[in-house]
């Protein structure tokens, strides 16, 4: 149990439905993160919200829309997901410290997607 | 060529044996992370350092910042030790934190 969790765990979806990724840290920390990780391919950041203003988005297409609604809570809703968006996406949060610091990641397990 | 680079991609060892795993960047760091992915896809943080060489457990970090060049060792391996080892690093000038990662060492340590 890291303090974060995620839901759903699995998600199966056709290309033309609307869902949401949840994800909830009980932590504390100030910045939370969607990755994203492919088969055979290194995690990718997609998003960075900091005290719930999104401060990064990794040049991630529309269909992927995140939202920060307090610094506990962070979705990521999807529409018109294409079958190569099929991964498993992971949520994390840490405590910003200084300016060019961060503080450890702490990670949940994931929710693993299949467009169909 | 990725800015983190990790060797080897896949390591099996018997039970007992002495594990090292490599990692080089090629990048300006504020912070080096090692990460463990178990099969169900969570991931957990080992180490978090910017110098030197940290301990926990069984588990040793060292970084040499001007080699550039990161290694994590494992002592008397376990088959639950069994996970993908990934090394990530905190860019420096960003002030969120952006992590870039290697593709991870597989790791099998049967019995």
């Known amino acids: 149990e890291t303090g974060v969790t995620q839901t759903p765990r699995h998600l199966v979806m056709g290309m033309t439905n609307k869902k949401s990724l949840k994800c909830e840290q009980h932590?504390?920390?100030?910045?939370m993160y969607w990755y994203k990780q492919s088969a055979k391919k290194p995690l990718e950041l997609m998003f960075v919200?900091?005290?719930?203003?999104?401060?990064e988005n990794n040049s991630v297409p529309s269909r992927f829309s995140p939202e920060c609604p307090n610094s506990s809570h962070l979705f990521l809703h999807l529409h018109t997901l294409q079958p190569e968006d099929s991964a498993l996406y992971l949520c994390?949060?840490?405590?910003?410290?200084?300016?060019?610091?961060?503080?450890?990641?702490?990670f949940g397990e994931g929710s693993r997607l299949t467009v169909l | 060529k990725n800015e983190v680079e990790q060797s080897p991609q896949n390591l099996t060892a018997q039970e007992g044996e002495f594990i090292t795993i490599n990692c080089s960047y090629s990048?300006?760091?504020?912070?080096l992370h090692w990460l463990q992915q178990h099969p169900g896809g969570g991931i957990v943080s080992l180490f978090m350092l910017s110098s030197g060489k940290k301990k926990h457990g069984r588990l040793i970090a060292t970084i040499n910042i001007q080699e550039k060049h990161s290694s994590l060792h494992i002592t008397a391996s376990h088959p639950r030790d069994s996970a993908v080892y990934i090394c990530a690093v905190s860019l420096r000038g960003t002030s969120y934190g952006k992590l870039t990662f290697g593709q991870g060492t597989i790791l099998t340590v049967h019995p």
């Open positions: 994390a949060s840490s405590q910003r410290g200084t300016a060019q610091n961060t503080g450890e990641l702490f």
């Open positions: 919200y900091s005290l719930e203003e999104r401060v």
């Open positions: 932590l504390g920390h100030n910045a």
């Open positions: 990048v300006g760091i504020s912070a």
